[in-house]
T-cell receptor, first 111, second 114 residues
Framework: SQQGEEDPQALSIQEGENATMNCSYK?????LQWYRQNSGRGLVHLIL?????REKHSGRLRVTLDTSKKSSSLLITASRAADTASYFC???????????FGSGTRLSIRP | NAGVMQNPRHLVRRRGQEARLRCSPM?????VYWYRQLPEEGLKFMVY????????ESGMPKERFSAEFPKEGPSILRIQQVVRGDSAAYFC????????????FGPGTRLLVL
């Protein structure tokens, strides 16, 4: 079964609002990553957070990691139309060399 | 510095034909990973290769699928005798080091089996 599972599956918000996506995983990890995928395109790496980190920022992105709850959240502040995409969390699972993706959150930003 | 290159971007095959997908990693990267994404789903790991070696093929179907990463040239994902269920987007990623390193993804090859 999937290591990472995103919640919600789909999210629609107004431009300018904040978007929060959550990810839960099952086994211990070394790191957790978030990726964005625009429709029909490849994945773009957004941010990596290591298991000993609790929070990380990158521009309008804020990622938190709670290893006790085996969960992570991705917050996009002041959303823009260009943020419309699918967002995937990925963990390294049982192997540090391969990453395992969840099924994604489809984010739509309404103008 | 060019990113990960994949070709072709789109590939149409009839049932029973062979599909060859190519991936050129980023310059300086010697680790390559292949993932498959079915419509409306997340990516699933298929295989991890270093130059001339398969490190982890736990996600590869047992039959018809093979992968290689020769000393010279791109990595190749080969699907023999394709079936309709093979229709998917196949993504390649590369990293400099296989341990806890960010993987950089190519644009994917979209395979359609008629």
């Amino acid at each position: 079964s999937q290591q990472g599972e995103e919640d919600p599956q789909a999210l629609s918000i107004q431009e300018g609002e904040n978007a929060t996506m959550n990810c839960s995983y099952k086994t211990s990890i070394n790191n957790l990553q978030w990726y964005r995928q625009n429709s029909g395109r490849g994945l773009v790496h957004l941010i990596l957070i290591r298991s000993n980190e609790r929070e990380k920022h990158s521009g309008r992105l804020r990622v938190t990691l709670d290893t006790s709850k085996k969960s992570s959240s991705l917050l996009i502040t002041a959303s823009r139309a260009a943020d419309t995409a699918s967002y995937f969390c990925a963990t390294d699972g049982s192997s540090a060399s391969k990453i395992i993706f969840g099924s994604g959150t489809r984010l739509s930003i309404r103008p | 510095n060019a990113g990960v290159m994949q070709n072709p971007r789109h590939l149409v095959r009839r049932r029973g034909q062979e599909a060859r997908l190519r991936c050129s990693p980023m310059k300086g990267h010697s680790h390559v990973y292949w993932y498959r994404q079915l419509p409306e789903e997340g990516l699933k790991f298929m295989v991890y290769l270093q130059k001339e070696n398969i490190i982890d093929e736990s996600g590869m179907p047992k039959e018809r699928f093979s992968a290689e990463f020769p000393k010279e040239g791109p990595s190749i994902l080969r699907i023999q005798q394709v079936v309709r269920g093979d229709s998917a987007a196949y993504f390649c990623a590369s990293s400099h080091d296989g341990r806890e390193e960010t993987q950089y993804f190519g644009p994917g090859t979209r395979l359609l089996v008629l």
